[in-house]
């Protein structure tokens, strides 16, 4: 597994670079070529992401869907023609959903279209304005202050128009109608961890799921524009009601692919399965930081607010909003890695593995079983030879047919990693046996 993690990571990276220089929005043909681009990648595994169009105007719930916003060029220039920022240098240099211009502007009129970062004065903002109609330039804070000349040519050949929000679905059925789901959003444009590498890490996700031999769950992986998209997914066909008649467990993916601490941020609800499957696996792989509901700020705002209570986390590495090159140029391929991802697929992939496996249990002797008949029992006392026993013991003391195999690894402080190996041991000497319905 560690061979094939290791593999993922560096397919996941490359994915993520091809991705990383398309303009996306939250509507739009970026969106579409991404997901096209994402479906190269899963293709080999048989599963595909297909595509919605919802169009302009539909309600989704409080919002209503905008119109498409597409763009092919962008730039400021002087007069005689020098370009001081173009959009196809970098995408972040035109504000997202900019409506079209081509004028002439006095530069203390340009500066008011202009946004910068000025704590770091390097770095181009990641600035948008979607319900709003006007129009904008991003630049580094030194680049503004080295506009010099009286009057300059901007020009924004952008258009909006009635179109669609387009948002994808793979949905990969297990033995049971009960789901894990997973969602990720994608209306940013070139940044790397915000949030190429949601999209990347979902895709090398789908292809596991895709291959896994048995699936006790069915898996439902979305990608959608934050917000106004995962409101629209709610609202389509029913998804509202059958995701919470089905969903046992939902994570949302943001800022993946960094090498730093991960971090769960946890459900409105603050224990559901979702929360108690990512901190298990979570406190198995090291350090972690846990923040509360309070500290939402992607589609779990979403997938868990009142209404829709999804049992549903955000899965990061480094949490959005935290580290300096959120939402800025900084934020490319250099700050994203191909361990960074490695590691993001591995604690997915062991969170799908556990769910798979999580059952409650229920010791069938009344008082404690005879180990040393089955075999179970080191025959020799001797330390060092009790390492299976404490766990195995402390195990069947809380098989009491209300705890799942999460709750009583946490219980017990141990690892799912050595009850793995552990439980079949158990159920083959006849000791403990499943004691939940399917389907959790
Ligand atoms: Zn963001």
Same mark, same amino acid.
């Given at each position: 597994?560690?061979?094939?993690?290791?593999?993922?990571?560096?397919?996941?990276?490359?994915?993520?670079?091809?991705?990383?220089?398309?303009?996306?929005?939250?509507?739009?043909?970026?969106?579409?070529?991404t997901?096209?681009?994402?479906?190269?990648?899963?293709?080999?595994?048989?599963?595909?992401?297909?595509?919605?169009?919802?169009?302009?105007?539909?309600?989704?719930?409080?919002?209503?869907?905008?119109?498409?916003?597409?763009?092919?060029?962008?730039y400021?220039?002087?007069?005689?023609?020098?370009?001081?920022?173009d959009?196809?240098?970098?995408?972040l240099?035109?504000?997202?959903?900019s409506?079209?211009?081509?004028?002439?502007?006095?530069?203390?009129?340009?500066?008011?279209?202009?946004?910068?970062?000025?704590?770091?004065?390097?770095?181009?903002?990641?600035?948008?304005?979607?319900?709003?109609?006007?129009?904008?330039?991003?630049?580094s804070?030194?680049?503004?202050? @080295?506009?010099?000349? %009286? /009057?300059?040519?901007?020009?924004?050949d *952008?258009? $909006?128009k009635? #179109?669609?929000?387009?948002?994808?679905?793979?949905?990969?059925?297990?033995?049971?109608?009960?789901?894990?789901?997973?969602?990720?959003?994608?209306?940013?444009?070139?940044?790397?961890?915000?949030?190429?590498?949601?999209?990347?890490?979902?895709?090398?996700?789908?292809?596991?799921?895709?291959?896994?031999?048995?699936?006790?769950?069915?898996y439902r992986?979305?990608?959608?524009?934050?917000?106004?998209?995962?409101?629209a997914?709610?609202?389509?066909?029913?998804?509202l009601?059958?995701?919470?008649?089905?969903?046992?467990?939902g994570?949302?993916?943001?800022?993946?692919?960094d090498?730093?601490?991960?971090?769960?941020?946890?459900?409105?609800?603050?224990?559901?399965?979702?929360?108690?499957?990512?901190? @298990?696996?979570?406190? %198995? /792989?090291?350090?972690?930081?846990?923040? *509360?509901? $309070?500290?939402? #700020?992607s589609?779990?705002?979403?997938?868990?607010?009142?209404?829709?209570?999804?049992?549903?986390?955000?899965?990061?590495?480094?949490?959005?909003?935290?580290?300096?090159e959120?939402?800025?140029?900084?934020?490319?391929?250099?700050f994203?890695?191909e361990?960074?991802?490695?590691?993001?697929?591995?604690?997915?992939?062991?969170?799908?593995?556990?769910?798979?496996?999580?059952?409650?249990?229920k010791?069938?002797?009344?008082?404690?079983?005879?180990?040393?008949?089955?075999?179970?029992?080191?025959?020799?006392?001797?330390?060092?030879?009790?390492?299976?026993?404490?766990?195995m013991?402390?195990?069947?003391?809380?098989?009491?047919?209300?705890m799942?195999?999460?709750?009583?690894?946490?219980?017990?402080?141990?690892p799912?990693?050595?009850?793995e190996q552990?439980?079949?041991?158990?159920?083959?000497?006849?000791?403990?046996?499943?004691?939940?319905?399917?389907?959790n």
């Amino acid at each position: 597994m560690r061979m094939e993690n290791k593999r993922m990571g560096k397919s996941i990276y490359e994915l993520c670079s091809k991705i990383y220089p398309i303009c996306r929005s939250i509507t739009g043909d970026g969106v579409r070529r991404t997901i096209d681009i994402m479906n190269e990648f899963i293709d080999v595994s048989g599963a595909v992401l297909n595509t919605f169009e919802v169009p302009t105007g539909t309600k989704a719930y409080d919002w209503v869907i905008p119109e498409e916003w597409n763009i092919r060029g962008g730039y400021i220039e002087t007069l005689d023609g020098k370009r001081i920022v173009d959009f196809n240098e970098n995408n972040l240099h035109v504000m997202g959903y900019s409506v079209p211009v081509d004028t002439n502007m006095k530069l203390a009129e340009l500066k008011d279209c202009i946004y910068t970062q000025k704590n770091q004065p390097d770095a181009i903002p990641y600035v948008t304005s979607y319900y709003n109609k006007r129009f904008g330039f991003c630049m580094s804070e030194n680049k503004k202050n @080295n506009l010099k000349d %009286d /009057t300059y040519h901007v020009v924004i050949d *952008s258009e $909006l128009k009635q #179109g669609s929000l387009t948002y994808a679905e793979c949905f990969l059925e297990g033995e049971s109608d009960k789901e894990i789901f997973v969602s990720t959003y994608i209306c940013h444009p070139s940044m790397a961890n915000d949030n190429c590498s949601g999209l990347a890490l979902m895709a090398g996700l789908i292809c596991r799921v895709a291959e896994l031999k048995r699936r006790r769950y069915s898996y439902r992986f979305v990608v959608l524009p934050e917000t106004i998209g995962a409101l629209a997914y709610l609202s389509q066909d029913n998804h509202l009601e059958l995701l919470k008649r089905n969903v046992a467990a939902g994570f949302n993916l943001s800022c993946v692919g960094d090498d730093n601490d991960y971090t769960i941020i946890k459900s409105r609800n603050g224990k559901t399965l979702a929360d108690r499957v990512l901190a @298990n696996v979570l406190m %198995d /792989t090291g350090r972690y930081k846990e923040y *509360s509901y $309070l500290d939402r #700020g992607s589609d779990e705002r979403q997938y868990c607010a009142p209404g829709v209570d999804l049992p549903l986390v955000c899965f990061c590495r480094s949490k959005f909003g935290t580290f300096p090159e959120y939402h800025t140029s900084l934020d490319n391929m250099n700050f994203v890695s191909e361990k960074g991802f490695e590691g993001s697929f591995a604690v997915m992939g062991n969170v799908f593995d556990v769910l798979e496996i999580n059952r409650v249990y229920k010791c069938s002797t009344i008082g404690e079983p005879q180990l040393g008949r089955r075999g179970l029992y080191p025959t020799i006392s001797q330390k060092g030879n009790y390492d299976e026993v404490f766990p195995m013991r402390n195990f069947i003391s809380y098989a009491d047919g209300t705890m799942d195999l999460i709750d009583i690894s946490e219980r017990i402080n141990c690892p799912i990693s050595k009850l793995e190996q552990i439980i079949p041991k158990l159920v083959d000497g006849g000791i403990i046996g499943v004691a939940e319905k399917e389907g959790n």
